[in-house]
């Protein structure tokens, strides 16, 4: 079999194991997922480990390939906030906005972003949704952010779920 027979036949299951794993994952998006899952995909395509497997054999392959992944650059990755970065240069926020050129667009888009984040923070989340988020951005994993708020990880997992379709639906 061809290996673009393949990616279409697995793809729908591929692109819902990216979407999943991007739970655990707040520094890559789904299709860097799904990219990453096609070079894997492609290099044993070519030295020949993919003859004469099932379907669910290749995709759990991927899956384990991508947890395998995410763990060995969560470590290298680092979550930077713009604000922390204008604090240690001594201005604030709003000063550094004011520096700078707001024609440009890309100016227009972060600031649409940010005004588009504070809107869904303040009016979408529960109190509970709105630790959870703080405490994921202070990098606890999901089993120890379950023990600070009381509930499973799998509670964790759920909660970080609904939060993604809230905001899915401001972005609509």
């Known amino acids: 079999m061809e290996f673009e027979q393949i990616v279409k036949k697995i793809s729908p299951v591929l692109r819902r194991i990216t979407y999943k794993l991007n739970g655990y994952c707040r520094f890559l998006g789904d299709d860097d997922l799904y990219q990453e899952a096609l070079v894997h995909l492609w290099q ?4 020949g480990k993919l003859t004469d497997k099932t379907d669910s054999y290749v995709l759990q392959g991927c899956y384990f390939h991508l947890r395998n992944y995410l763990r060995k650059i969560k470590d290298k990755s680092r979550l930077v906030s713009i604000e922390a970065i204008v604090n240690q240069e001594g201005n604030n926020f709003e000063e ?9 667009d890309n100016f227009l888009d972060t600031l649409n972003s940010k005004l588009l984040a504070e809107t869904i923070h303040n009016n ?6 709105k630790q959870l988020l703080r405490l994921f951005s202070e990098g606890l994993t999901t089993r120890e952010i379950g023990k600070c708020c009381g509930v499973s990880h799998v509670r964790v997992v759920k ?6 379709g809230k905001c899915k639906k401001y972005l609509d």
């Open 124 to 129: 979408g989340f529960t109190t509970r949704e």
């Open 96 to 104: 550094s906005l004011l520096l700078r050129d707001t024609s440009a």
């Open 159 to 164: 909660m970080m779920a609904s939060i993604r």
């Open 44 to 47: 044993d395509y070519s030295s």
